[in-house]
């Protein structure tokens, strides 16, 4: 709770935190991780210390009550799971930055949770492009490196008369690279 506090939802803007950069980030627990390793309760109360600073932040008349913020911890806990403790405060942050829309007199929870269906969405796609994106690197950095081992056709030929004649250094060039282990 202390290192997921509510002060990273700012710095988590600051630094440029993307959907997927905290989604593929191993090293924060999911929602799932820590209720499976502390009970469902510790995830909920954390939750609802941070759904309360979304509370605090609305300037409506009327705030979420504190039974609906136990209830909105815990489906978020049995919907979202999956998503880590710096999602939750960078999607927090985000809402109050006006990314899923306002409140009008009153918090609503059912806009929060239409909020994270929109966040979830968005952290799809976020995570699609970021595979793509590593991909492409990857298949860029394969073709360099193979682009080092290339020959055409014709020299190809030529090493293989080569060989055919006897050349060892020929035959050295057509033997496969052996995978020693």
């Not at 136990?70 to 006006?98: C, H, M, P, S, V």
């Amino acid at each position: 709770m202390a290192d997921y506090n509510p002060a990273l939802q700012t710095k988590l803007l600051s630094i440029g935190a993307t959907h997927a950069g905290l989604a593929m980030n191993t090293s924060v627990p999911s929602l799932g991780l820590l209720a499976s390793t502390y009970g469902d309760e510790t995830p909920v109360e954390w939750l609802v210390i941070q759904l309360d600073t979304l509370n605090g932040f609305a300037e409506v008349k009327s705030k979420i009550r504190n039974e609906q913020i136990y209830e909105l911890a815990g489906l978020i806990l049995a919907e979202y799971y999956y998503l880590n403790a710096a999602e939750i405060l960078f999607f927090l942050a985000r809402f109050k930055t006006g990314h899923y829309g306002t409140f009008y007199g009153a918090i609503d929870p059912m806009k929060i949770t239409s909020g994270l269906i929109q966040y979830a969405e968005e952290r799809r796609k976020d995570i699609d492009r970021y595979e793509r994106e590593q991909y492409q690197l990857q298949r860029e950095r394969e073709i360099e490196r193979r682009g080092n081992l290339r020959v055409s056709y014709a020299a190809y030929q030529e090493i293989r008369r080569r060989a055919e004649e006897g050349d060892p250094e020929a035959k050295k060039l057509l033997t496969p690279p052996s995978h020693a282990k």
